[in-house]
């Protein structure tokens, strides 16, 4: 009784561009990982994107949807090549690379999609923002509703009057609201117990519907410090004065647009790791960049974005919280002495490493 090790099954999927590289130095870190806080990983290799098209025609097949289905989480590098060359994309738009992603999301079932910004105080030069507002630390999440509202909605193009009208339609039901408002109070309550709804319910009848969910369920998480910001001013505050954000909660365009926001804010692309999470504990984790074709097979992408996804996996879908910590305090170690060229400033005083190295020594870094 309770000496049996933890197993877990990981899909992984590798992709294009970058993908082989920045996934093998992630693997790499979680191994390590489990070795020190005693779980084991089996991985269970899939295609999908651009090399599922060069081996079956299709960028997401059965089989992949049926293995990533048989895990507890995906690991994903990122798909898709370069647009004016790649013959990817000489195909019908449903049999492109990014096709894959969105038939696997709607497979899976991931209908919330966190993306992280932190500020490493090692990185703060690529901040764009001033010094004393970067200073005050920035460390928020963004949950954005992944499968419903504006972008799912019915459309119509017609001509009314004798001319055309275009109609999207923005509608979200409870069950879409609390599914999703539930991740966010947990992770609230893991972090520093604060989330903020951003809607425009000064004038969206569906974003009242968010209020008045999220509201009703304040009351089962009297931990969590609860506030509402309209979309507009949450644009200006994420620029203004981002440390007041921990859990940023909002529906599926205003995320859209507000996490790339988030993105500049704390600099370097090749940093942030994000996570599409399902009902239960499954998610598929990923950074936030693409494959980045221009920089392939050359040793020189930065990992970190991958293995803090990897971090983000173990903490969200395995419940192996000391690992995933581990994993970013190896990272933050590392970060002192070594950088990618992508975070290398001119006189930082640190030493510019390539993929695999840079891999090594968080691995290395593990305690
Ligand atoms: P990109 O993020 O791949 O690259 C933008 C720039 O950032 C490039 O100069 C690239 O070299 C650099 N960069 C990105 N990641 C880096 C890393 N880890 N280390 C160092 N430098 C890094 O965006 P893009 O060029 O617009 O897109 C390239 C391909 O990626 C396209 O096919 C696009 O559709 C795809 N894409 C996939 C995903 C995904 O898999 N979820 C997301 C975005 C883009």
Redesign the pocket.
């Known amino acids: 009784m309770g000496t049996e090790k933890r197993s877990y099954r990981v899909g992984v999927i590798k992709?294009d561009?970058?993908g082989p590289e920045?996934v093998s130095q992630a693997v790499r870190v979680l191994d390590r990982a489990a070795q020190a806080y005693g779980f084991s990983l089996e991985y269970v290799p899939m295609l999908m994107g651009g090399c599922s098209i060069d081996q079956y025609g299709i960028p997401l097949t059965q089989e992949t949807i049926d293995k990533a289905r048989s895990c507890d989480a995906v690991l994903m590098g990122?798909?898709?090549?370069?647009?004016k060359t790649s013959p990817w994309y000489q195909l019908e738009p449903s049999k492109r690379?990014?096709a894959g992603?969105l038939g696997i999301r709607k497979a899976l079932g991931l209908f919330a999609n966190l993306r992280f910004s932190v500020l490493y105080e090692d990185l703060k030069d690529a901040c764009p923002l001033r010094e004393d507002i970067a200073g005050e630390g920035i460390d928020f999440v963004i949950f954005r509703e992944l499968t419903g509202g504006l972008y799912f909605g019915e459309k119509k193009t017609e001509v009314v009057d004798g001319e055309e009208k275009a109609t999207d339609v923005l509608s979200y039901t409870e069950s879409e609201i609390r599914r999703i408002a539930k991740k966010a109070f947990e992770s609230a309550q893991l972090r520093r117990k604060k989330l903020t709804l951003v809607d425009k319910a000064n004038v969206l009848e569906s974003s009242r519907l968010w209020r008045k969910v999220v509201s009703q369920m304040a009351g089962n998480y009297p931990d969590v410090q609860v506030d509402y910001m309209y979309v507009d001013n949450a644009a200006m505050q994420l620029v203004r004065r981002p440390s007041q954000f921990d859990v940023v909660l909002t529906e599926n365009m205003f995320g859209d647009i507000l996490s790339d926001e988030a993105s500049m804010v704390v600099g370097s692309?090749?940093m942030q790791p994000s996570a599409s999470l399902a009902e239960g504990s499954f998610g598929l984790y990923?950074?936030s960049?693409?494959?980045?074709?221009?920089?392939a097979g050359k040793d020189?992408?930065?990992?970190l974005?991958t293995i803090l996804s990897a971090a983000c996996l173990l903490r969200y879908s395995l419940g192996e919280t000391k690992a995933a910590d581990a994993i970013e305090r190896a990272v933050m170690g590392v970060l002192k002495q070594y950088r990618?060229k992508?975070l290398k400033a001119d006189g930082d005083g640190t030493e510019c490493v390539g993929t695999i190295r840079m891999g090594g020594l968080v691995a290395d870094a593990i305690e």
């Open positions: 992709g561009g970058i920045i990122s798909i898709g090549g370069d647009p690379p990014e992603l692309i090749g990923e950074p960049h693409g494959s980045a074709p221009d920089i020189a992408a930065n990992p974005a990618t992508d």
